[in-house]
């Protein structure tokens, strides 16, 4: 094991080195982490709903589902919740997956094939890559929301394959900022595409679906994969699209098939915390908007990235941050090309919250 050592010691050597932090707390708008109680500014619990819980639904469904839905993990809760998310997302049908992980792997490797063509934003999730490389299609990646790009490479490679996909997340995880939705719709009718659009971090946040913001339809051709760990505040996620899509996906796909099926108390806590939602949206998409302004971020998510140009000082900034009382670590390559603080807002933060955060973080500067 020396060599996994040495490598270690590299990325020390870098400023890349991670270490896990430890909760002592549930999640919430104050954590405490490693023993001391910080102001989180870190979560992906933009609804606040990940501390919500009904114990109704533990004592009607148990804690686990005992099997895969295929064999006898089906649960009559886990239909009912597809159908809401169904509902929600203006689709036919949708098919939950035990992670947001799984469902991106799993759709685009089972969709796309030899002989199909994928044409990825640059900056996806590290779900949607490996979805690609497993999917055994030739995967050709545009500039980040690059319209005009993309559009060149449909023009010159779509006649040379048999099925197309064009893939994006919606609100881009690590920067915030939302794909050119209604031009991608364009290109996919045009080209005779599929547009598989990741809206894990925009379900709750800035509507029920991403779409809605282009006041757009999903059709035949559109399929959503959203989660429900982050704004929905619980686990798991879920592919919404036409009813063959689900039909085949619970024939074909390998990280749906072969996986124990999500714990049915988590479906019956996800459909009670949709309840809260629409308020709750509401008051996030205020604190949006008042964070936007206070601090001249272009941001039109829950999430805030503050560039800070050098691994090192992301580093210093999430230290004094954290000698304040407040949660916000460096992000790094390689999961992101600059270093940064991402700060995430959430229902909970009060506005004086967001003001202290912001002034503290100018004084560090």
Same mark, same amino acid.
């Given at each position: 094991?020396?060599? $996994? #050592? =040495?490598? /270690?010691? %590299?990325? +020390? &050597?870098?400023?890349?080195?991670?270490?896990?932090? @430890?909760?002592?707390?549930?999640?919430?708008?104050?954590?405490?982490?490693?023993?001391?109680?910080?102001?989180?500014?870190?979560?992906?619990?933009?609804?606040?709903?990940?501390?919500?819980?009904?114990?109704?639904?533990?004592?009607?469904?148990?804690?686990?589902?005992?099997?895969?839905?295929?064999?006898?993990?089906?649960?009559?809760?886990?239909?009912? $919740? #597809? =159908?809401? /998310?169904? %509902?929600? +997302? &203006?689709?036919?049908?949708?098919?939950?997956?035990? @992670?947001?992980?799984?469902?991106?792997?799993?759709?685009?490797?089972?969709?796309?094939?030899?002989?199909?063509?994928?044409?990825?934003?640059?900056?996806?999730?590290?779900?949607?890559?490996?979805?690609?490389?497993?999917?055994?299609?030739?995967?050709?990646?545009?500039?980040?929301?690059?319209?005009?790009?993309?559009?060149?490479?449909?023009?010159?490679?779509?006649?040379?394959?048999?099925?197309?996909?064009?893939?994006?997340?919606?609100?881009?995880?690590?920067?915030?900022?939302?794909?050119?939705?209604?031009?991608?719709?364009?290109?996919?009718?045009?080209?005779?595409?599929?547009?598989?659009?990741?809206?894990?971090?925009?379900?709750?946040?800035?509507?029920?679906?991403?779409?809605?913001?282009?006041?757009?339809?999903?059709?035949?051709?559109?399929?959503?994969?959203?989660?429900?760990?982050?704004?929905?505040?619980?686990?798991?996620?879920?592919?919404?699209?036409?009813?063959?899509?689900?039909?085949?996906?619970?024939?074909?796909?390998?990280?749906?098939?072969?996986?124990?099926?999500?714990?049915?108390?988590?479906?019956?806590?996800?459909?009670?915390?949709?309840?809260?939602?629409?308020?709750?949206?509401?008051?996030?998409?205020?604190?949006?908007?008042?964070?936007?302004?206070?601090?001249?971020?272009?941001?039109?998510?829950?999430?805030?990235?503050?560039?800070?140009?050098?691994?090192?000082?992301?580093?210093?900034?999430?230290?004094?941050?954290?000698?304040?009382?407040?949660?916000?670590?460096?992000?790094?390559?390689?999961?992101?090309?600059?270093?940064?603080?991402?700060?995430?807002?959430?229902?909970?933060?009060?506005?004086?919250?967001?003001?202290?955060?912001?002034?503290?973080?100018?004084?560090?500067?």
């Amino acid at each position: 094991m020396k060599w $996994l #050592e =040495e490598e /270690l010691k %590299e990325l +020390k &050597k870098k400023n890349l080195y991670r270490e896990l932090r @430890t909760l002592s707390s549930p999640q919430g708008k104050e954590i405490t982490v490693n023993g001391k109680r910080v102001l989180n500014f870190s979560s992906n619990d933009y609804l606040s709903l990940a501390s919500n819980f009904n114990c109704e639904c533990l004592k009607q469904w148990g804690s686990g589902s005992g099997a895969s839905r295929l064999v006898c993990g089906n649960f009559e809760i886990h239909e009912l $919740l #597809e =159908e809401k /998310l169904a %509902e929600i +997302k &203006k689709t036919e049908s949708a098919l939950l997956f035990s @992670t947001g992980y799984m469902a991106n792997v799993g759709v685009i490797s089972t969709l796309a094939r030899e002989g199909d063509l994928i044409l990825s934003d640059e900056l996806n999730h590290a779900s949607i890559i490996d979805g690609c490389r497993l999917s055994k299609a030739t995967v050709k990646v545009y500039s980040h929301c690059n319209v005009e790009e993309l559009e060149f490479l449909l023009s010159k490679e779509r006649g040379k394959y048999r099925n197309c996909f064009i893939v994006t997340d919606s609100v881009f995880s690590m920067d915030g900022d939302i794909a050119p939705l209604s031009e991608l719709f364009r290109l996919k009718e045009e080209y005779d595409a599929v547009l598989i659009i990741d809206d894990a971090h925009a379900t709750g946040v800035v509507g029920w679906s991403s779409l809605e913001l282009f006041d757009l339809t999903p059709d035949e051709r559109t399929v959503i994969v959203g989660t429900l760990g982050k704004a929905l505040g619980t686990f798991g996620a879920f592919v919404a699209g036409p009813r063959v899509l689900r039909e085949y996906l619970v024939n074909r796909c390998r990280s749906f098939i072969f996986t124990t099926a999500l714990p049915p108390h988590i479906a019956c806590q996800t459909l009670e915390n949709l309840k809260l939602v629409p308020e709750r949206m509401r008051v996030l998409q205020e604190k949006i908007e008042f964070f936007r302004k206070l601090t001249g971020i272009n941001s039109n998510s829950a999430i805030f990235p503050f560039l800070t140009g050098s691994e090192i000082k992301a580093l210093e900034l999430a230290k004094g941050l954290w000698e304040k009382g407040f949660f916000v670590p460096a992000i790094r390559p390689p999961t992101v090309k600059e270093s940064r603080l991402r700060i995430t807002i959430n229902y909970e933060h009060s506005k004086e919250d967001l003001e202290k955060l912001w002034k503290i973080l100018k004084e560090l500067l």
